[in-house]
């Protein structure tokens, strides 16, 4: 079908590739290959970057620090990247984590977690959870204040971010100060309005959605089951209690739109300090247009969100 995107938008969709998640390296090699392509050449001016291995459950997991020359604060942003739970690598954020480190003067730890399908659920979240609490233990070779965790991810990323919150709580782990769940992917049942309208969406839509359940919950947990667990599809949790406040953000013309209102909205009912902002005309994915508008008002509102929540002044 078709769909009344923003004008900018949909002058560059016919230029969007295809991905196919059945077709798993093709469909890793196709993002590799977007994000580079969308990335061009990114500034690394003020920022020092590093490359470490910490350990987890399954082996090392590598991670990337981002360290500014002008340290604005002590809060540290946890960086979780998206892909579907099959796909990317610590380049699909590295131009965006140069930009918000070197602008915010905030050191920021991005992880490389295991993917599925080789390694479905729970190996990322694990990974994920390793990671944050290294981090935490080494929060003085880091200069940051363990107590002044922002989680941030972006749709699967988003969706371990949600999970990484929960888990944090229930286990007695890190404090986490603040929840970033950008275009969040966290509901494995796939019944909102969203998911069965937009089938043929570009970029993600609800054959793509279907397959990275798949292949994140394995055999061992069927999508749709009764048995999956909050912290696979943190939609499922009924009690949000106690966990960090949150800034929420969807699509108009995603599958994920209506899950990630819902998770909004639980959130809120929960107690829990939220803010939803729905950015009209797009699609998931839309971002990589970034010329686009709308795309800059999304950047910039992340940039102004994690302000605030940093207690920072933009660069």
């Known amino acids: ?29 196709g993002m590799a290959e977007l994000i580079a392509t969308m990335q061009g050449d990114f500034d690394e001016t003020g920022v020092s970057t590093r490359d470490e291995s910490v350990p987890g459950p399954g082996g090392d997991i590598p991670i990337r620090v981002y360290t500014p020359d002008r340290v604005a604060t002590k809060a540290l942003v946890f960086d979780i990247h998206g892909g579907g739970f099959a796909l990317g690598d610590l380049e699909v954020d590295h131009a965006s984590n140069l930009e918000l480190a070197r602008d915010l003067g905030v050191v920021i730890v991005s992880v490389e977690y295991r993917l599925a399908p080789e390694n479905p659920y729970p190996a990322g979240l694990e990974d994920c959870y390793a990671a944050l609490e290294w981090s935490v233990k080494h929060a003085d070779e880091l200069g940051i204040d363990p107590e002044k965790v922002v989680l941030y991810g972006v749709s699967a990323g988003g969706g371990l971010a949600a999970a990484l919150a929960l888990l944090a709580r229930d286990r007695g782990g890190p404090a986490i100060a603040f929840q970033f769940l950008a275009v969040p992917e966290l509901d494995d049942r796939l019944e909102t309005g969203s998911m069965r309208r937009f089938a043929d969406t570009p970029i993600w839509h609800r054959g793509a959605a279907e397959t990275s359940w ?100 933009e660069g």
Not at 3 to 17: G, K, N, Q
Not at 18 to 27: K, N, P, R, T
Not at 221 to 228: E, N
């Open 1 to 29: 079908m078709s769909y009344p995107f923003d004008p900018e938008i949909a002058a560059a969709v016919p230029m969007l590739p295809e991905v196919d998640l059945h077709d798993i390296a093709a469909a890793r090699a």
């Open 214 to 313: 798949d292949y994140y919950l394995g055999e061992a947990v069927k999508r749709g089951g009764s048995d999956v667990p909050i912290y696979a599809a943190p939609a499922r949790a009924t009690d949000l209690s106690g966990l960090p406040p949150a800034y929420v953000s969807v699509m108009e013309f995603d599958p994920l739109r209506d899950e990630g209102i819902a998770y909004a909205q639980s959130l809120l009912a929960a107690g829990v300090p939220t803010e939803l902002h729905l950015f009209p005309g797009t699609f998931h994915g839309s971002g990589v247009i970034q010329h686009a508008t709308v795309s800059r008002r999304e950047t910039a509102e992340r940039r102004a969100v994690l302000a605030r929540v940093l207690g920072v002044e």
